[in-house]
Structure formats: structure tokens, C-alpha cells
């Protein structure tokens, strides 16, 4: 057998189980990859862009309005009242309170009519970023070409805000589309949403990825107060904690990925995959998860005390995989 054959198959097997997870029954609008050799190829791409760190993206539905009034708010609050330039679906830009009411116009008799106050979502609003330093016109670039793949048939706005400290999109998308589906993303959706602006940006030159949190062993982010209430508001349930059996499952599984495929790459002959087997082992030991269940080992071994070694959330996965063995 070639060898190069037997990593990639090694790739293509854990790599997809650490980067397209089991549950992703949404449709894709990335090309699909037929050989094998392509697979592997796009595994050891993103392998490559997740141990040297590449800036992550964010997309995020950050509420929706519940009536037009409601939706008119957040209009005039990422335009700042007409003084920012809106960009519709049609790709028209437009400028002032006056542009402002004839989009609200718009969405309000364009289709099913939208009541003032609603008590379904009439509107979703989603935002996406990129870390400080990013060109904010390349941003822009990226989630208008999300929204043309994302959101076909409906009828949305963007407002760019490049004002802060890292650039970023809103985006102000009708619920129901203009063929009458209403739109209600899950979290499959919001993991394939931000493979979508990934592959935009790195079409604009722009170095991203979009890695799960299990696949990085990280730690869900704590929200600011803020973003508590307006979740809770707006989606009506308090975030997830992001804890229990099914997140402690996703972290081990991802380790043992990491293992087999720095497994693999250290058995290559080809110095190249050596250096990433490497580079991965560096990566691994770096996770937060990873961290926080070495200093329990540590704590555990300086006082000689298990039974009094306690984690409160987020919990460590059980068992850390010998990424050397």
C-alpha cells in the first residue's frame, strides 16, 4: 500500500470526525470533494490553519424583532439613524431617515404583512467579525457573499461598523423568504454559516477559519450581561452552559482526532508531516481543556488527595489521549 494512501486515509477518517461533525444534516454549499486525495488534501489545509492559529470567525444571531417596530429599532440602531450606508438584497445602497422608511416600507407590505408587534420573529439579526485588523472592506466583501449564498430569497440589509475595535457586519435578514419558507437557524446551520464566511475571506486573501470549540478545547467565551438579557429576551431561554456528558464526549473525541492524526503524520516519511505532527503535539498541549486536566493531575499529586480535587464548570474531559504513544 502507498503510504501516502494510508494517511490519507487516516485524514480523511479523523479529520472529518474533528472538523464536520456527525450531526451536520444541513446542506452544504461548499463544493463537495470526490477523491480521496482532495479530501485529504482540504483536511491537512485546515489541520495546517487550526495549529498556527488562524483568526476565527464569528457569526452570530445576536436577536431578531418580533414586529416591525421592533425590527425598525435595530434599523436605525446599526445604521446609526441613517448616517451609516445600508446595502440591501438587491445590492442597492442607500443613506438617511428617508431611505430608512422606505426599506421599513419594504418589509412591511413586501410579502405576508408584518403587524408592528408580532408574537413570532419577523426578522433575524445576525453579525458577523473578524479580530482587530482585519481590512473592514474585506469583511464587507465576505459577508456580502455570504448573504448572496446564505440567504438567497430573502429579503435582508447590512450595515459595515468599522468604527470599532474589530470590523464587523450586521446583518437585518426577513424571516420569511420571498417564496413564503421562513427561516429558523439551528446550531448546524450557525456551524456551517461561519464555514461560509471562512471560505469567503480566504477567497479575499484573508487568513480564517472556522474551528469548533471542541476542536480547539476550548472554553465557551462568558458573556457580558448584556448579551445575557438579550438573548434571554429576544430568544426567550438563557444560553447554554455549554456543560455535561454530550460536551465532555465532543472534547475526548476531538482529542483522540488530534492523537491519530499526529499518530499518523509521525510514522510519514515526508519531513513535512513530521513537522506538523509536531506542531500538533505543541497545539494539543496548549488547549485550555488540556491545561486545566494537567493542573488537576498536578494538584492531585501534590496533595495527595483525589477524593478532594473538585471542578466546577466548565469540566475537564476524563481522560487526555497520549498524543506520543
Not at 290 to 314: G, H, N, Y
Amino acid at each position: 500500500m502507498n503510504p501516502n494512501s494510508s494517511i490519507d486515509g487516516v485524514l480523511i477518517q479523523w479529520g472529518e470526525r474533528l472538523f464536520y461533525p456527525r450531526n451536520r444534516i444541513v446542506a452544504s454549499h461548499t463544493p463537495r470533494l470526490h477523491s480521496a486525495g482532495q479530501r485529504a488534501a482540504a483536511i491537512r489545509c485546515r489541520i495546517e490553519a487550526t495549529v498556527r492559529r488562524a483568526p476565527q470567525v464569528m457569526v452570530k444571531v445576536t436577536g431578531g424583532g418580533r414586529g416591525m417596530r421592533a425590527i425598525a429599532a435595530h434599523f436605525r440602531y446599526i445604521s446609526k439613524n441613517g448616517r451609516l450606508d445600508i446595502e440591501d438584497d438587491r445590492g442597492i445602497v442607500e443613506r438617511g431617515k428617508e431611505a430608512l422608511q422606505g426599506i421599513e416600507r419594504q418589509w412591511k407590505l413586501g410579502g405576508s404583512l408584518i403587524e408592528n408587534h408580532s408574537s413570532r420573529r419577523e426578522a433575524f439579526n445576525i453579525m458577523l467579525s473578524m479580530p482587530r485588523g482585519t481590512d473592514p472592506l474585506v469583511v464587507q466583501r465576505a459577508a456580502r457573499e455570504f448573504a448572496r449564498i446564505e440567504l438567497a430569497d430573502h429579503r435582508y440589509v447590512m450595515v459595515l461598523h468599522d468604527h470599532q475595535a474589530n470590523p464587523h457586519v450586521h446583518l437585518s435578514v426577513r424571516a420569511e423568504s420571498k417564496l413564503g419558507h421562513r427561516l429558523n437557524p439551528r446550531k448546524a446551520d450557525l456551524h456551517r454559516w461561519r464555514e461560509t464566511f471562512a471560505e469567503r475571506l480566504r477567497e479575499q486573501g484573508i487568513d480564517a477559519e472556522a474551528t469548533r470549540q471542541a476542536t480547539r478545547g476550548a472554553y465557551r467565551r462568558s458573556e457580558r450581561l448584556w448579551e445575557r438579557k438579550t438573548q434571554i429576551m429576544q430568544i426567550g431561554q438563557p444560553p447554554s452552559n455549554k456543560t455535561g456528558k454530550a460536551l465532555r464526549q465532543s472534547r475526548s473525541d476531538a482529542l483522540l482526532a488530534w492523537a491519530e492524526i499526529a499518530r499518523a503524520l509521525k510514522a510519514s516519511d515526508d519531513p513535512a508531516d513530521r513537522q506538523l505532527s509536531a506542531s500538533i503535539e505543541r497545539y494539543v498541549r496548549q488547549m485550555p481543556i488540556v491545561q486545566a486536566v494537567l493542573r488537576q493531575r498536578e494538584m492531585v499529586k501534590s496533595q495527595d488527595r483525589p477524593e478532594a480535587i473538585r471542578f466546577s464548570t466548565p469540566q475537564p474531559v476524563r481522560q487526555v489521549p497520549d498524543i506520543e504513544r
